[in-house]
């Protein structure tokens, strides 16, 4: 992993997260009619039709991020957002580059399932910044 996060990373991170607190917080409680992963974004769609989406925004120049997951998604609909972690994992081996994993847990009254946050770079970008919408 970089010892510094990128530039993105730092620029993101300035801003502060009041906006993803706030939007998490406001979601907590809410049941889930709905879950997809689209354009390297989370959206999990609630039955007050209120949408919390979460993505990676810590772009820099010349990163490859995207997100991806094994589990799902209808396994969890119908429950309720509990809380959502996020956990640092270690690199994918790479011969020629970085390649940074994050996990981001969505835990739900169903169960928890896990989204795999990655950065692939040269070394000089790195680390994460997951933040959340709600509209």
Do not use: W
């Amino acid at each position: 992993m970089s010892k510094f996060p990128g530039i993105g990373v730092m620029i993101q991170s300035l801003g502060g997260n009041e906006e993803t607190v706030k939007a998490v917080k406001a979601s907590l409680g809410k049941k889930i009619s709905a879950i997809k992963l689209e354009n390297d974004c989370l959206s999990l769609t609630f039955k007050d039709n209120t949408v919390l989406t979460l993505r990676d925004s810590g772009q820099s120049c010349c990163e490859h991020r995207y997100m991806s997951t094994d589990d799902n998604f209808e396994d969890y609909v119908g429950g309720k957002l509990t809380d959502l972690e996020l956990r640092d994992a270690p690199n994918i081996q790479a011969e020629y580059d970085e390649h940074e994993v994050q996990f981001l847990v969505v835990k739900t009254s169903k169960g928890q399932f896990a989204m795999a946050n990655h950065n692939e770079h040269n070394g000089y970008y790195g680390g994460f910044y997951i933040e959340a919408r709600l509209g």
